[in-house]
């Protein structure tokens, strides 16, 4: 992130917008601060698999796309007493876009005491986990936009997703740093509240949602560790399904460039009909990295099982990546993958699934 407008030259400029009687004029002080920050990113994609999507494309094998395009705000202050507090507004500008802001949170601080959030951001446990995508370079491989071009057909887990709270509206709140530990937990009434919408207390989502997480990072003679758990519990609105619960336990080493990383996550019975067979799946990712110059290349793979109480889901994907700055705030990143699909069920009579994907962007960035 960019601080294009700082302290007291900010909003110096903000008067001269300021033309309707009833338009203030910002008061910003010596320890106040505004940021900007935003990218574009401009994608090739192409796939080779046996049994195509018939949206986005994807039966012609390949398709452009400027799949991702935001700007992101930024402020903070400290009061005289020490609270430090400020707010962050991420706005997707993709000209498809229907939804305008993602994510929009304030948070209050004090130091020694931890921090507060409240808003549209994603929760504790999603915040502190820590897997195999931290290390991926390139597109992220598994966790990147493999699912948006590859069929991996209905009731597998195809991601490693540890969270169903998103960026529903929250608290949440995360301790200090104590000797290399911190924790976090969040509080969603609704997980289908965002903003200022109105959400029924039966709609089919996930209510009293409890996102909780720690983890431990620190570094040890030039070696960096870090180790998380997180759990995360909802209710369901309707009692159609069972009551969601994930559990996940994760870890990145760091070592001369080298960044090494791998998770594991179940997910009980979320998703699952009442009184229903199977369960809501389970999943685990390894992958390694490594950095000099301008240069990140890695790889990873990502394995899931999901009962669904007549057969076995099985979702594989091997993916190898590469990432070059090509200056600051212009980088190119690209990924292959294998993905394998099985027992899975498609639109068609097929039950399985293989090929491979690929995608190329380019990344601008302030």
Known sequence: MKK???????????????????AGTPIVGDDQEV??????????????????????????????????SEVKFAARSQAD????????IEIQTQPDDTTNTDEAWVFLQFEGAG?????????????????????????????????????FGAGGVTGPGIAFTGDATKITYFTPRFG?????????????????????????????AISLGANFKQTFNNVGVTIAATAEFGDDE?????????????????????EVGAGYVDRGDTGVAVNGAGDGGSWWDIGASYSTGPWKIGAGAFFSETDTGTNDI??????????????????????????????ATFTTTDTENEGYFFVLSLEASF
Do not use: C, H, W
């Open 4 to 22: 294009v407008l700082l302290a007291s030259t900010a909003l110096a400029g903000a008067s001269l917008l300021a033309t309707s009687a009833n």
């Open 35 to 68: 940021t900007i920050s935003g990218n574009v990113r401009f994608s090739v994609y192409a796939a080779d698999q046996d049994v195509e999507l018939s949206a986005n494309s994807s039966d012609r094998g390949y398709k452009f796309e400027t799949d991702e």
């Open 81 to 88: 007493n020490g609270l430090e507090f400020g707010l962050e």
């Open 115 to 151: 921090r507060v959030e409240l808003g549209d951001q994603d929760g504790a446990a999603d915040r502190i986990f820590v897997d195999a995508s931290d290390v991926m370079a390139g597109r992220g491989g598994f966790d990147g936009p493999i699912g948006d071009f590859f069929n």
């Open 180 to 208: 290399g530990f911190q924790a976090g937990a969040s509080f969603t009434p609704d997980t289908g509240q965002n903003g200022s919408e109105t959400e029924s207390s039966n709609g089919g989502d996930q209510e009293s």
């Open 238 to 258: 309707d009692g159609a399904q069972e009551d969601s619960e994930i559990y996940g336990i994760g870890a990145n080493v760091s070592f001369a460039g080298f």
């Open 314 to 343: 099985e979702v594989d994907i091997y993916s190898v990546g590469a990432t070059f700055t090509i200056a600051d705030g212009l980088a190119l990143k690209g990924d292959i993958n294998y993905a394998s699909s099985d027992n």
